[in-house]
Nanobody, 127 residues
Framework: QVQLVESGGGLVQAGGSLRLSCAASRRTFITYAVGWFRQAPGKEREFVAAMSQSGTRASYADSVKGRFTISRDNDKISVHLQMNALKPEDTAVYYC????????????????????WGQGTQVTVPS
């Protein structure tokens, strides 16, 4: 079992930046592919960004491409999401996730591929 704890959410004006962090409880986290998802009120949870176990490959939803950057720190067994140029439509609860994989360069963009989830952190961008 791996516990994931997100932090860094908050209220930020449109155009501002936030950096979300997700700390894992076990070093086995470094063998997992990781991702960020979000869920806005009244909507389904959606993919935001993913990174491979190796940290060499990343994938982003079209809606955040060029504004958000996913990264991982295997020394500190954590994953981060740098969010720039935030928009009101980015308002959501953000979740980090980790999924077991045999392939160091595999990317997981489907939430059903993930085994562990954090509790979520709220990001609010007022319109």
């Amino acid at each position: 079992q791996v516990q994931l704890v997100e932090s860094g959410g908050g209220l930020v004006q449109a155009g501002g930046s936030l950096r979300l962090s997700c700390a894992a409880s076990r070093r086995t986290f470094i063998t997992y592919a990781v991702g960020w998802f979000r869920q806005a009120p009244g909507k389904e949870r959606e993919f935001v960004a993913a990174m491979s176990q190796s940290g060499t490959r990343a994938s982003y939803a079209d809606s955040v491409k060029g504004r958000f950057t996913i990264s991982r720190d295997n020394d500190k067994i954590s994953v981060h999401l740098q969010m720039n140029a935030l928009k009101p439509e980015d308002t959501a609860v953000y979740y980090c996730a980790a999924g077991q994989t045999w392939y160091t360069d595999a990317l997981k963009t489907d939430q059903n591929e993930y085994d562990y989830w954090g509790q979520g952190t709220q990001v609010t961008v007022p319109s």
